[in-house]
C-alpha cells in the first residue's frame, strides 16, 4: 500500500514503486540525523536499499521521476548544505552482507570498516587494522580511499562491483595506478556494491585484534570522537600536514558560529552544537584563505560538499 507523508513533498514523488518492492524511504528527512557533523538539511527523499536488486529498483523509480541521485555510507565524511539534498539521496549502510573464501574477503558495501575488519580477524586474515576505528562503511572507504597510518584501502583492494548511472553492473579490477591519496577510479554517479579484498593470513588473532584496538584507542585518546566532525576537514598537500600548516597559521582552537577547529587536531573542524553547515562551511573557507595567504598552499577538501554552498 502507498505511504502518503505530507512533509512538503511534491505530489510527483508518487512512492508506489517503493511501497511495492518493499524498500524502506522517507520523504523530507533532516539529513542533520545521519552525518556525524550533525548538520544539514532534508532529503526530498532518502532510500535505505538492503539489496542489490532493491538498489536497481531505487535508480529505475529516481529515473523515472527524474530525481539526482547520490549515494552515501554512514555520511562520516560529508558536509550537507543546510538546503538539504533536492533529489534521492540512497542510503548504502543498510545493504549488507560478507562472504569470505581463503584470503579473498568480499563486504557488500554497507558493512562498517569496523565490523569487517573484526570478521577478518575471527577468519585469521589481517592487513587492514591500521584502519581501526575509521568510522565509515565499506564502500565510503573504497570510494574515499580512506587510510591511517600508513595503510590504505587500496593496499588491499582486488575488486568493487559497482552499478553506473545507466543501470549497467560493472566490476572494478585493481590497477595499482587507480587509487592515490584520497582518491579512487570510481566516478560520480557509480555506486558500489560490494568491494573485494586479498587479505594476509594471521593464525595469531589475539594480536591482530591487539593492534587493531590499539589503534582504535590511540583514536579516543586523540579525542577524535569528542564532538561532531568528519575527520580530516583537508587533504594533505605533498610532504606536508594540513593540521600543521593550519596550527602554524595560528588557526588552531579558533571558533565561529559554533563551528570549531579543534584544539587537539586542527585539520578536524567540530560542531560545537550550535553550527550549521554554512558556519562550518565558512570557517573551512577561512582556514583555507588564510592558509593559502600565509604560505602560498591551496588546501583542498577531504570532506564531500552534498548540496549547494555559496562562497562569501
Ligand atoms: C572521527 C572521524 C575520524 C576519521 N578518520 C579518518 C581516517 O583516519 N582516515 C580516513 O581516510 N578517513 C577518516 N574519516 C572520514 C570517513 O570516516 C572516511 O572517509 C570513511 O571511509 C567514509 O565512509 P562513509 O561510509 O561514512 O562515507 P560517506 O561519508 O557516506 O561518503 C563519502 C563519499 O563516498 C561516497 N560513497 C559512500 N558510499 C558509497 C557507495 N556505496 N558507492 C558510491 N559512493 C559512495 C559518497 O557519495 C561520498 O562522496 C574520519 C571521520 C571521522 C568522523
Known amino acids: 500500500m502507498a505511504v502518503r507523508y505530507n512533509l512538503g513533498v511534491p505530489d510527483e514523488i508518487n512512492t508506489k514503486l517503493l511501497d511495492e518492492a518493499g524498500i524502506e524511504y522517507r520523504t523530507g528527512y533532516p539529513l542533520s540525523r545521519l552525518t556525524s557533523l550533525r548538520t544539514g538539511g532534508d532529503a526530498l527523499i532518502i532510500t535505505w536499499p538492503r539489496t542489490a536488486l532493491q538498489l536497481e529498483t531505487v535508480l529505475s ?15 562520516t565524511n560529508i558536509l ?11 542510503c548504502m549502510n543498510r545493504l549488507r552482507g560478507i562472504v569470505i573464501k581463503g584470503d579473498l574477503f568480499i563486504s557488500c558495501a554497507g558493512e562498517s570498516l569496523d565490523t569487517v575488519i573484526n570478521k577478518a580477524i575471527e577468519h585469521n586474515l589481517c592487513g587492514l587494522e591500521e584502519l581501526g ?13 580512506a587510510g591511517a597510518n600508513g595503510k590504505q584501502i587500496s593496499d588491499y583492494f582486488f575488486y568493487a562491483d559497482y552499478i553506473t548511472p545507466d543501470g549497467k553492473i560493472r566490476r572494478m579490477p585493481s590497477y595499482s595506478d587507480a587509487f592515490s591519496y584520497r582518491t579512487s577510479p570510481f566516478r560520480a554517479g557509480e555506486i558500489i556494491i560490494s568491494a573485494a ?3 594476509s593470513v594471521n593464525r595469531n588473532t589475539a594480536e591482530s585484534r591487539e593492534k587493531k584496538e ?12 569528542d564532538a561532531p566532525s568528519a575527520g580530516c576537514f583537508f587533504k594533505n598537500p605533498p610532504l606536508l600536514s594540513a593540521g600543521k600548516l593550519i596550527e602554524e597559521a595560528g588557526l588552531k582552537g579558533f571558533s565561529r558560529n559554533g563551528a570549531l577547529v579543534s584544539p587537539w587536531h586542527a585539520n578536524f573542524i567540530v560542531n560545537q552544537g550550535s553550527a550549521a553547515s554554512r558556519d562550518i562551511f565558512q570557517l573551512a573557507e577561512l582556514v583555507r584563505s588564510t ?4 604560505f602560498n598552499i591551496e588546501l583542498e577538501y577531504e570532506v564531500k560538499l552534498l548540496g549547494k554552498f555559496e562562497t562569501e
Not at 550537507?80 to 540512497?90: F, P, T
Open 61 to 75: 523509480y529516481a529515473s523515472q521521476k527524474g530525481l539526482q541521485v547520490s549515494a552515501v555510507g554512514n555520511m
Open 80 to 90: 550537507a548544505s543546510d538546503s538539504g539534498w533536492d533529489g534521492m539521496l540512497i
Open 291 to 294: 592558509v593559502c595567504r600565509k
Open 214 to 225: 590499539a589503534y582504535r584507542a590511540k583514536r579516543i585518546e586523540a579525542h577524535q570522537f
Open 133 to 145: 576505528g575509521i568510522p565509515g562503511t565499506i564502500g565510503g572507504a573504497t570510494v574515499c580511499n
Open 197 to 199: 579484498f586479498r587479505l
